[in-house]
Nanobody, 128 residues
Framework: QVQLVESGGGSVQAGGSLRLSCDVRELTRDWYAIGWFREAPGKEREWVSN????????YYADSVKGRFTISKDNAKNVVYLQMNSLEPEDAAVYHC?????????????????????WGQGTRVTVSS
């Protein structure tokens, strides 16, 4: 069974940077997309970004566009989320997830229920 393990969270001051990693283990099949979501206290789960397997297309929520960058290392089965210019509003638990349904779709894969396996999350704290 596919396992996802996030790392790289921590505490930073506003304006700082962090790089999150999503280590995808036991991956023995094709996949459609890997996404990052975040959950903050009192807020709904929010899609942040996803990267597609076939052509490497990347998509971002408006709230992070221009500040966050998603990338993948196919050899290592790791997906990264580089987060720059962090703001207190970015504080949350960040989860990565994988969508193994290979149906072609248009645009961002931003619905949490499209994803099949999830990691436990890594916490990001941003102080002002």
């Amino acid at each position: 069974q596919v396992q996802l393990v996030e790392s790289g969270g921590g505490s930073v001051q506003a304006g700082g940077s962090l790089r999150l990693s999503c280590d995808v283990r036991e991956l023995t099949r094709d996949w459609y997309a890997i996404g990052w979501f975040r959950e903050a206290p009192g807020k709904e789960r929010e899609w942040v970004s996803n990267i597609n397997s076939d052509d490497g297309s990347t998509y971002y929520a408006d709230s992070v566009k221009g500040r966050f960058t998603i990338s993948k290392d196919n050899a290592k089965n790791v997906v990264y989320l580089q987060m720059n210019s962090l703001e207190p509003e970015d504080a949350a638990v960040y989860h990565c997830a994988i969508d193994i349904d290979l149906r072609p779709r248009m645009g961002a894969n931003d619905l949490w229920n499209e994803y099949d396996y999830w990691g436990q999350g890594t916490r990001v704290t941003v102080s002002s």
